[in-house]
């Protein structure tokens, strides 16, 4: 069966600090990929997502970007992080229209 | 860009009663998605609707896709402590989903 990970689970880091999320993926092969930002008692907003190695399609103009260096490895980074940065990181995977949610990683931007 | 509007927000019931939200869209999908957050977790897919006037079921819970393309709903019976969430719609756009808003429930014992 597939599952999805991310981490890590929790994350407090200062401002203007790099930032490096990663979600990967077991039990299946190529997957599409993407990235949600949830704010506290929000709905979700979706960052990124990938079709495939090395192709990013991105959804938000900010200060994210996101990588596919292998088929089922994810990552989410920032050079500088700001305040509004923080909130709820959640990975996806899926192989049609259903999506398959990873445990998230929360981050907090001081 | 393309947003769905659920309703209610917010829902607090009691033990047993039964619970019905819906999804609305200015624009038609051709599939729609329920999902469940529980709090600090990711969502967990519920129930899947492919076809117009679709009605499924899994377990307590009761979706319809509905006829015009542009609407959902989730119906829940005999609710308990543990349907307490958060209750998201989705709608596909190509390799996309557009999510509602949400929907919280809490449940009284």
């Known amino acids: 069966s597939q599952t999805i990970h991310q981490w890590p689970a929790t994350l407090v880091q200062p401002v203007g600090s790099p930032l490096s999320l990663e979600c990967t993926v077991e039990?299946?092969?190529?997957?599409?990929l993407y990235w949600y930002r949830q704010a506290a008692g929000r709905g979700l907003q979706l960052l990124f997502y990938?079709?495939?190695?090395?192709?990013i399609s991105s959804e938000v103009p900010q200060n994210l970007s996101a990588s596919r260096p292998q088929d089922r490895q994810f990552i989410l980074s920032s050079k500088k992080l700001l305040l509004s940065d923080s909130g709820f990181y959640l990975c996806?995977?899926?192989?049609?229209?259903?999506?398959?949610f990873g445990p998230g990683t929360r981050l907090t931007v001081t | 860009g393309q947003q769905l509007n659920q309703s209610p927000q917010s829902m607090f019931i009691q033990e047993g009663e039964d619970v019905s939200m819906n999804c609305t869209s200015s624009s038609i999908f051709n599939t729609w998605l329920w999902y469940k957050q529980d709090p600090g977790e990711g969502p967990v897919l519920l129930i899947a609707l492919y076809k117009a006037g679709e009605l499924t079921s899994n377990g307590r819970l009761t979706a319809q896709f509905g006829i015009t393309r542009k609407d959902s709903f989730l119906n829940i019976s005999a609710s308990i402590p543990s349907d307490v969430g958060i209750y998201f719609c989705?709608?596909?756009?190509?390799?996309?989903?557009?999510f509602g808003t949400g929907t919280r429930l809490q449940v009284f014992p």
């Open positions: 989705a709608g596909d756009n190509t390799d996309k989903l557009i």
């Open positions: 990938s079709v495939g190695i090395g192709q």
């Open positions: 039990g299946t092969s190529n997957p599409n």
């Open positions: 996806a995977w899926s192989h049609g229209y259903e999506q398959y």
